[in-house]
């Protein structure tokens, strides 16, 4: 069974300062791993995916993150935060294509001035 | 572009009232996911959906939940006899087909209230 973990439930930055959001999983099969971004009151957008292509990934709003597969992790970073980035993070994989997604519990990141 | 719609957006129901939130998939899609998010936890999987039939489902998906696809566009998810534990935000998703069948586009939820 796969699973992840988000370390850091809340992540406080400051406006133009670097953004790292972590990720660890569990697989026993190679995994396809996604960062999903939740504003308030709202559904789950993909931020970026990784499905075995290049290990660094690029995705919207300046976000990216790399798969390094020794450590299990994916980590999702940002050079200079944005006060609109704030919001909650999820983590997600799954291992099969069109098989379910499972999260983890999720980071919010709060950009103060 | 194209979106999953869901309605309701709120819902509000007495226990043991049946419910029924309705998801419109994006068109060409082939797969449909529910998930559910219980306040300050995180997204749950449900179940999935296709060629009309759960291709997967979790422990949670018990006999008080059902799903259908009653025609080309809607996608629906029943609760029997609602708990006050079905409080929570559900989630529908689909996924296309081809070379995007990896990723998930999520609806923007239905918040269900179990009074």
């Known amino acids: 069974a796969q699973s992840v973990t988000q370390l850091g439930s809340h992540v406080s930055v400051s406006e133009g300062a670097l953004v790292l959001l972590r990720c660890n999983y569990s697989?026993?099969?190679?995994?396809?791993l996604f960062w999903y971004v939740q504003y308030p009151n709202q559904g789950l957008q993909l931020l970026l995916k990784?499905?075995?292509?290049?290990?660094l990934v690029k995705g919207i709003n300046g976000f990216e993150a790399e798969f390094k597969k020794s450590e299990t992790s994916f980590h999702l970073t940002k050079p200079s935060a944005h006060m609109s980035d704030a919001a909650e993070y999820f983590c997600?994989?799954?291992?099969?294509?069109?098989?379910?997604?499972?999260f983890g519990t999720g980071t919010r990141l709060q950009v103060t001035l | 572009e194209p979106e999953v719609t869901q309605t309701p957006s709120h819902q509000v129901t007495q226990m043991g009232q049946e419910v029924i939130l309705r998801c419109v998939p994006i068109s060409n899609h082939l797969y449909f996911y529910w998930y559910r998010q219980i306040l300050g936890q995180k997204v749950e999987f449900l179940v999935s959906f296709y060629n009309n039939e759960i291709s997967e489902k979790s422990e949670i998906f018990d006999d008080q939940f059902s799903v259908e696809r009653p025609d080309g566009s809607n996608f629906t998810l029943k609760i029997r006899s609602t708990k006050l534990e079905d409080s929570a935000m559900y989630f529908c998703a689909s996924l296309p087909p081809g070379r995007e069948a990896d990723t998930q586009y999520f609806g923007p939820g239905t918040r269900l209230t179990v009074l």
């Open positions: 990784y499905t075995s292509a290049a290990t």
């Open positions: 997600a994989v799954s291992v099969v294509t069109a098989s379910k997604l499972t």
């Open positions: 697989s026993s099969v190679p995994p396809y």
